[in-house]
């Protein structure tokens, strides 16, 4: 398996309370991305990185904030929670090369705002 | 902006059949993906796609892609009650990775 963690794994915020979700690779990819799924939406892409300090934003970008300040950490924060940011999150690597395409994901973080 | 389509989105069969799941994106790309997901996991990778004409197969799943049409498709031959799952398919370009709504499979015996 592909060295991907997130934390927590689940997590219960109250709504306006700041929120970070880490993603830890140990494969040295280049690639990281956050999407959120929900029932009927699939998976949306947040935010992704394409290096250190390398950000980019996806199709459901606001109220969320990224940082990637080392390549195996990237960091996902929602600055003020609400309740419609309820969802299972995932984070996601992949090396980009030619020859390194394979996309692979983490076990998901269960985030609850109440 | 680049989107992905799937269809069907909810697709009931019986076991033994054949059926195809159709992925279609709006702009050119440098790689698909197929990906299976079972209820409260994450996603399997399945199949990586990286030119036209590329086919893949395991099991009873395979893989085309065909990029002057920007269609892929997901055939499954004589479906057994395993391969109940969503699939995914995901277009990559620059980086970006933009996931299809994803179908969600249900073999009966």
């Known amino acids: 398996d592909a060295g991907i963690t997130q934390s927590p794994r689940h997590k219960v915020t109250e709504t306006g309370t700041p929120v970070t979700l880490r993603c830890h690779q140990t494969?040295?990819?280049?690639?990281m991305y956050w999407y959120r799924q929900d029932p009927g939406h699939g998976l949306r892409l947040i935010h992704y990185s394409y290096g250190v300090k390398d950000t980019d934003k996806g199709e459901v970008s606001d109220g969320y904030s990224v940082s990637r300040s080392k390549t195996e950490d990237f960091l996902l924060t929602l600055e003020s929670a609400t309740s419609s940011q309820t969802s299972v999150y995932f984070c996601?690597?992949?090396?980009?090369?030619?020859?390194?395409?394979?996309?692979?994901f983490g076990q998901g973080t269960r985030l609850t705002v109440v | 902006e680049l989107k992905v389509e799937q269809n069907p989105l909810f697709l009931s069969m019986q076991e033994g059949k054949n059926y195809t799941i159709y992925c279609n994106y709006s702009t050119t790309s440098d790689r698909l993906y197929w990906y299976r997901q079972d209820p409260g996991k994450s996603l399997e990778s399945l199949f990586v796609?990286?030119?036209?004409?590329a086919v893949k197969q395991e099991g009873r799943l395979m893989a085309s892609l065909d990029t002057k049409a920007r269609l892929s498709t997901l055939h499954i031959t004589a479906a057994v009650h395993d391969l109940s799952a969503t699939y995914f398919c995901a277009v990559g370009l620059k980086g970006k990775l933009i996931f299809g709504q994803g179908t969600t499979l249900q073999v009966k015996p």
């Open positions: 996601a690597i992949s090396g980009g090369a030619p020859m390194n395409t394979e996309a692979f």
């Open positions: 494969e040295n990819h280049r690639y």
């Open positions: 796609l990286l030119s036209n004409g």
